[in-house]
Nanobody
Framework: QVQLVESGGGLVQPGGSLRLSCAVS????????MGWYRQAPGKEREFVAS???????NYADSVKGRFTISRDNAKNMVLLQMNSLKPEDTAVYYC???????????WGQGTQVTVSA
């Protein structure tokens, strides 16, 4: 069973940066497709970024050029560097296996990111 523990969220001003971390157990991120997702109040959970087992990355248009997904194979973690944050990036952020358009069934608790002046 996969366990996911996200951390690193917080309150940041517009234009600021945050680095999210996801500690993963139950699967080896080196051999898995992993992704970051987010859910804003009153909205559906949405895809943010993914990294495949061979290192290919993909991003939602709304974060392209500002966010960078990576993984730390030694620590079995997935990371999300977020720069030039905007108020519309405010959401709870989750990591999980990346399964294309299908959302995985089980989720961690997520980490809250709030972008506000």
């Amino acid at each position: 069973q996969v366990q996911l523990v996200e951390s690193g969220g917080g309150l940041v001003q517009p234009g600021g940066s945050l680095r999210l971390s996801c500690a993963v157990s139950g699967i080896n991120v080196r051999f898995s497709n992993m992704g970051w997702y987010r859910q804003a109040p009153g909205k559906e959970r949405e895809f943010v970024a993914s990294i495949t087992w061979n290192g290919a990355t993909n991003y939602a248009d709304s974060v392209k050029g500002r966010f960078t997904i990576s993984r730390d194979n030694a620590k079995n973690m997935v990371l999300l560097q977020m720069n030039s944050l905007k108020p519309e990036d405010t959401a709870v952020y989750y990591c999980n296996k990346y399964m294309g358009p299908t959302l995985p069934p089980d989720w961690g608790q997520g980490t809250q990111v709030t972008v506000s002046a």
